[in-house]
């Protein structure tokens, strides 16, 4: 299956129509899974306020299949920093296809490194373009 990226960063109302309840659903889901790291409408506020950027991977026929939203850091020495802060949806790993061209935007911004924050389950997929574990999460219930 062919799966198609866009970067809605200056897409009008209009554009945005046809897939605004498929994202506003997916960002939903996303949120149920980590209910205690993101809320739905701070990732709309930053999406709106310009922090984040909402990227929209549709079918060969236009059908919505997932979002994903970045962000661009800058670090204490003043180098840049790509995020992908959330990716939800459909299509599983085939999706990773498509981060050359999440990683061509950042690139023009600046960004000298892209961080993904995902489960085990991308490693593989990530692995096979370039991406390596960094550091991993150790968490425990109190």
């Known amino acids: 299956m062919s799966f198609k990226i866009y970067n809605t960063e ?3 109302a209009e554009q945005m129509a046809p897939y605004f309840e498929n994202v506003i659903k997916s ?5 149920q899974k980590f209910p205690d790291d993101y809320n739905p409408e701070t990732i709309l506020n930053d999406i709106l306020k310009g922090e984040k ?7 060969a026929h236009e059908n919505f299949m997932a979002h994903v939203t970045t962000q661009l850091q ?9 995020v992908i802060v959330t990716l939800g949806g459909k299509g599983g790993a085939p999706l990773t296809k498509l981060i050359t061209q999440i990683e061509a935007y ?37």
Not at 53 to 59: C, E, H, K, N, S
Not at 120 to 137: A, C, M, P, Q, T
Request: aromatic share 14%.
């Open 10 to 12: 200056k897409w009008s």
């Open 27 to 31: 960002i939903v889901y996303f949120n």
């Open 53 to 59: 950027v909402l990227w929209i991977i549709v079918d």
């Open 74 to 82: 800058e670090l204490v020495t003043g180098t840049l920093r790509a």
């Open 106 to 142: 950042y690139k023009e911004k600046g960004a000298k490194e892209l961080i993904i924050i995902g489960r085990r389950g991308w490693e593989k997929s990530l692995k096979s373009h370039g991406y390596d574990v960094n550091l991993l999460e150790y968490r425990k219930q109190l």
